[in-house]
T-cell receptor, first 113, second 113 residues
Framework: KAGVTQTPRYLIKTRGQQVTLSCSPI?????VSWYQQTPGQGLQFLFE???????NKGNFPGRFSGRQFSNSRSEMNVSTLELGDSALYLC????????????FGEGSRLTVL | GESVGLHLPTLSVQEGDNSIINCAYS??????FIWYKQESGKGPQFIID?????DKRQGQRVTVLLNKTVKHLSLQIAATQPGDSAVYFC????????????FGAGTTVTVRA
């Protein structure tokens, strides 16, 4: 069974640009969550989607958005990039909601110059 | 602020010895805790979880202990191996937080040969 797949793995952007990251969950998993990981702040929750609906959102500005498609694949978008958005963005999937057992992808490493 | 925190940011262990990683939490209403392992270049991987109605739970070479009196949990790894070198995170998941996983800062475990 294939794991969680995130694309692209690495990308470099400049301030003011926007970026879209993609996540394909494990087959059959309907919940997708996104986390931002930085050395200073650690792992911080961005949002969770289930059945194409955003269930939860973390404490991030409106520049961060996401969506989930009918096949459970998810995308997140960051507009007007800032230097502080440089981070590893992790996607995790699970069969359902309200579980602590998440299956993480390897992440998308975003560098903002 | 952070609701779960790790006691030590780094831990160096001799191969074959037992490792103990500690974590404290602040909210007495927290009822579900999870340990994750993150190897270099990879996403976090679920290790083991424990609910507040338990004091101890064992997995393969790992044991999690929960002390609700002092709001402390620990992860014990028996006979530590080189492959155990990673960053270990404790996380909590509680209804009041809409089941969003809240991660601690992480302990980097280095196994000495």
């Amino acid at each position: 069974k294939a794991g969680v797949t995130q694309t692209p793995r690495y990308l470099i952007k400049t301030r003011g640009q926007q970026v879209t990251l993609s996540c394909s969950p494990i087959s059959g998993h309907r919940s997708v969550s996104w986390y931002q990981q930085t050395p200073g702040q650690g792992l911080q929750f961005l949002f969770e989607y289930f059945s194409e609906t955003q269930r939860n959102k973390g404490n991030f500005p409106g520049r961060f958005s996401g969506r989930q498609f009918s096949n459970s694949r998810s995308e997140m978008n960051v507009s007007t990039l800032e230097l502080g958005d440089s981070a590893l963005y992790l996607c995790a999937s699970s069969p359902g909601i309200n579980t602590g057992e998440l299956f993480f992808g390897e992440g998308s490493r975003l560098t903002v110059l | 602020g952070e609701s779960v925190g790790l006691h030590l940011p780094t831990l160096s262990v001799q191969e074959g010895d037992n490792s103990i990683i500690n974590c404290a939490y602040s909210n007495s209403a927290s009822d579900y805790f999870i340990w994750y392992k993150q190897e270099s270049g990879k996403g976090p991987q679920f290790i083991i979880d424990i609910r507040s109605n338990m004091d101890k739970r064992q997995g393969q070479r790992v044991t999690v202990l929960l002390n609700k009196t002092v709001k402390h949990l620990s992860l014990q790894i028996a006979a530590t191996q080189p492959g155990d070198s990673a960053v270990y995170f404790c996380a909590e998941n509680r209804p009041a937080n809409d089941y969003k996983l809240s991660f601690g800062a992480g302990t980097t475990v280095t196994v000495r040969a």
